[in-house]
Nanobody, 115 residues
Framework: QVQLVESGGGLVQAGGSLRLSCAAS????????MGWYRQAPGKQRELVAD???????YYADFVKGRFTISKDNAKNTVYLQMNSLKPEDTAVYYC?????????WGQGTQVTVSS
């Protein structure tokens, strides 16, 4: 099992910044992808950004140029730096990790962007 604990959500004005953190523990060997999804009220969960064990990154078009995903392997932590936030970025943000066919999720952290 892999446990994921997120932190860093909150309320911010449009144009502001937040940094989300996700600390992984447990059976973390061979995790090959860590990243972030989000889910707004009434909408499906959508991929925001991913980081692979091979140091490749992926960003959804709607966050390119504004969000940056990074990892601290020594701390088993992945970060999502979110700049130039928009009201439409308001959602619960979920950390995820993939190890082979297995997928793990954090509990989610609320991000609210006011206009």
């Amino acid at each position: 099992q892999v446990q994921l604990v997120e932190s860093g959500g909150g309320l911010v004005q449009a144009g502001g910044s937040l940094r989300l953190s996700c600390a992984a523990s447990g059976s973390i060997a061979s995790i090959n992808v860590m990243g972030w999804y989000r889910q707004a009220p009434g909408k499906q969960r959508e991929l925001v950004a991913d980081s692979t064990s091979g140091f490749s990154t992926y960003y959804a078009d709607f966050v390119k140029g504004r969000f940056t995903i990074s990892k601290d392997n020594a701390k088993n932590t992945v970060y999502l730096q979110m700049n130039s936030l928009k009201p439409e970025d308001t959602a619960v943000y979920y950390c995820h990790a993939a190890r082979g066919p297995s997928r793990y999720w954090g509990q989610g952290t609320q991000v609210t962007v006011s206009s």
